[in-house]
């Protein structure tokens, strides 16, 4: 079976996908902006430690549904299921974290075209088509619509490729190209003035914030969306592993680099925005906190890259098209769910399948677009806030409370014969059994503002 519906053809393969997946506009914007305005490093210390506590266990359980179920999520989940009420559970959450994917590619879309609207715009700016410039930064219908349209374009394009041809093959040739952009814009940014400053922000923790329960809250947050959990995406990406690999180290290793690649973001946006304060641009806003949101990314960042001269065309265009990979090698992931739902389920095509889900997704997009100061928040509140713990948490609760023990510890035997006698062994069951459901129960009801 495995052999008709793909497979990861190498160890390196999966870990540059899931990787790809992982790091994205939620490690190089989100995780600086919620650090920047969350304490700095205390933010980055709590979210270390979320991360490989809460996160890392969840990651593993939905990992390991689907290199069991070998399918889609709804059918992964159904394999473990025993009675009729589990069977329609497993329904409930697998498709859950499909239409999960789904809505937070239609936003996370039309975010992407922006990176690569501003991407254009240097560009457009050395070949001396101001007006075209000019044009591809300003908010207008049309833009949006024309760029979230190329984004989604390439996020199908590759798709429909397949698993071995598409996901991996991108994966593995973006993967590289964003971490060494990464690396030289830290290296160019931490030159200038204000660069210390910045430092001594990101990385001068206020330990007096560390137990504030919004801290805690968004540090959560952004660890769960950062791994991309809650979204069948992992299940699927699971199912891809072949049963020599390892999956508890796999599984680390790819939490690692995606939290390694935040750490850096933050080296890099941080500074360049107490650089951007000394070339005299607004780096805080009213109440006194650092400027974040689009704000950050479409005002504060251009604006240093203006004052750069010259160099700064290309520094803006290496930055935007970082942020444009990033997205890619996430958005494919998304498309990924629901598409590998509809082909192994309802046996379409996968070609087919892949346009018809990719288009319905772009007309969701459009909805956004056509109203994107209520319609954009509003449908990240509700895939990112609220389905991505609800379904993240219902896997745990599946993995714990549903699967039989000697099950689990059979799929993790596989390419681990040691697995029983590990420190994983010891802890893991039990931390998906109780910790990390009341764990994310806890903060989700907090966020709620209920108490
Ligand atoms: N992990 C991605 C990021 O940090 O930007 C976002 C993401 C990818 C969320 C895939 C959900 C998903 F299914």
Redesign the pocket.
């Known amino acids: 079976m495995s052999a008709s519906r793909g497979e990861f053809s190498s160890r390196i393969g999966f870990i540059m996908a899931a990787a790809g997946?992982?790091?994205?506009?939620?490690?190089i914007w989100?995780f600086p902006t919620q650090t920047a305005s969350n304490g700095g490093a205390a933010f980055v210390l709590v979210y270390l430690v979320l991360a490989f506590c809460l996160a890392y266990p969840a990651f593993m359980a939905e990992l390991l549904i689907g290199r069991y179920g070998q399918a889609n999520a709804v059918t992964s989940l159904q394999k473990m299921s025993r009675t009729l009420f589990h069977k329609r559970f497993a329904f409930v959450v697998g498709f859950g974290g499909v239409v999960?994917?789904a809505l937070?590619l239609s936003f996370?879309g039309v975010l992407a075209g922006w990176m690569m609207s501003y991407a254009v715009e240097p560009i457009a700016r050395i070949v001396g088509v101001t007006n075209v410039a000019d044009w591809v930064i300003s908010q207008s219908f049309i833009r949006n619509a024309l760029f979230t349209a190329i984004f989604m374009f390439l996020t199908i394009f590759i798709i429909q490729k397949g698993v071995e041809d598409g996901i991996e093959k991108w994966s593995k040739r973006l993967m590289p190209l964003l971490i060494v952009l990464l690396i030289i814009l830290i290296g160019y940014v931490l030159t200038l003035d204000g660069a210390s400053e910045g430092l001594n922000a990101y990385l001068n923790p206020d330990f007096s914030r560390i137990f504030e329960p919004d801290l805690l809250i968004s540090a959560l947050g952004q660890a769960f969306?950062?791994?991309?959990l809650g979204?069948?995406?992992m299940i699927i990406y699971g199912s891809y592993i072949s049963k020599k690999e390892n999956l508890v180290t796999l599984g680390a290793q790819v939490t690692l680099i995606d939290v390694s690649i935040a750490f850096l973001a933050g080296l890099l946006i941080i500074p360049a925005m107490y650089v951007a304060q000394a070339q005299g641009v607004t780096i805080f806003a009213d109440d006194g906190s650092l400027v974040s949101g689009p704000g950050l990314v479409f005002a504060v960042l251009p604006s240093l890259f203006s004052s750069m001269g010259y160099i700064g065309l290309f520094v803006a265009f290496a930055f935007f098209v970082l942020m444009s990979v990033?997205?890619l090698t996430?958005?494919i992931?998304?498309l990924e769910?629901p598409v590998s739902y509809v082909v192994e389920r309802h046996g379409m095509a996968r070609k087919k399948a892949t346009k018809i889900i990719g288009s319905i997704i772009f007309l969701i997009s459009i909805g956004i677009i056509s109203n994107v100061d209520v319609m954009l928040g509003l449908v990240a509140t509700i895939a990112?806030e609220y389905g991505?713990p609800i379904i993240a948490m219902l896997c745990c609760v599946f993995v714990g409370w549903i699967w039989y023990r000697n099950d689990v510890l059979m799929e993790l035997k596989e390419g681990n014969d040691n697995a029983e006698h590990s420190v994983f062994w010891k802890i893991w069951p039990w931390y998906t059994k109780f910790v990390c459901p009341t764990a994310i129960g806890i903060v989700f009801i907090h966020s709620l503002n209920l108490f």
């Open positions: 997946s992982a790091v994205g506009l939620g490690n989100g999960c994917a937070i996370y969306f950062s791994l991309s979204t069948s995406v990033a997205a996430s958005s992931s998304m769910g990112t991505q």
